[in-house]
């Protein structure tokens, strides 16, 4: 019997481990704990975004975080904004309220929190370089709200 032919270009495992692997990594070094809170639906999308692109190179580069997700039921007339709650292994915690915001603002904001030296220094090389940072995901033209207006007829 023929072997089958082996699919040709790389194999899912080896794009995901590059995506999980791309630099810059997120190394949080004095981060004990995450914890997003988000709604459940139809609202945060910012922070979506960033659950499904950004927090599994988080997970994956920090494996001894805590990382926790809590997607909370919303009505129609709630206005609570989604937050970003982090604790420090010093003890310290900070809340960031990550609201109408771009998953790469978030990303940004966490790692300017979080990431300390190494962090400072990437984003001090990429400056002297005349470059801004190389955020992992694609920068927007428009804020949220703008880019749905837009989109509207």
């Known amino acids: 019997m023929p072997r089958a032919?082996?699919?040709?270009g790389p194999s899912r495992l080896s794009q995901v481990l590059k995506n999980l692997n791309r630099h810059p990594k997120p190394v949080l070094p004095s981060l004990k704990t995450l914890k997003?809170?988000?709604?459940?639906?139809?609202d945060h999308f910012g922070a979506r975004?960033?659950?499904k692109e950004d927090l599994p190179r988080i997970q994956y580069t920090n494996p001894g975080m805590q990382i926790q997700i809590d997607k909370i039921p919303r009505?129609?007339?709630?206005?609570?904004?989604a937050e970003m709650l982090l604790e420090f292994?010093?003890?310290?915690?900070?809340t960031m309220d990550v609201s109408d915001k771009w998953s790469t603002s978030i990303?940004?904001?966490?790692?300017a929190r979080a990431g300390g030296d190494r962090w400072q220094a990437y984003v001090a090389e990429r400056r002297v370089a005349g470059?801004?940072?190389?955020?992992?995901?694609?920068q927007p033209?428009?804020?949220?709200?703008?880019?749905?207006?837009?989109?509207?007829p």
């Open 5 to 8: 032919k082996a699919p040709l």
């Open 75 to 81: 009505s129609v007339g709630d206005t609570w904004r």
């Open 107 to 111: 990303f940004e904001e966490l790692m």
């Open 131 to 138: 470059q801004e940072p190389d955020i992992p995901s694609t």
């Open 141 to 152: 033209h428009s804020t949220p709200k703008e880019g749905i207006a837009a989109a509207l």
């Open 49 to 51: 975004h960033f659950i």
């Open 36 to 42: 997003l809170t988000l709604a459940a639906r139809n």
């Open 89 to 94: 292994k010093n003890g310290s915690r900070t």
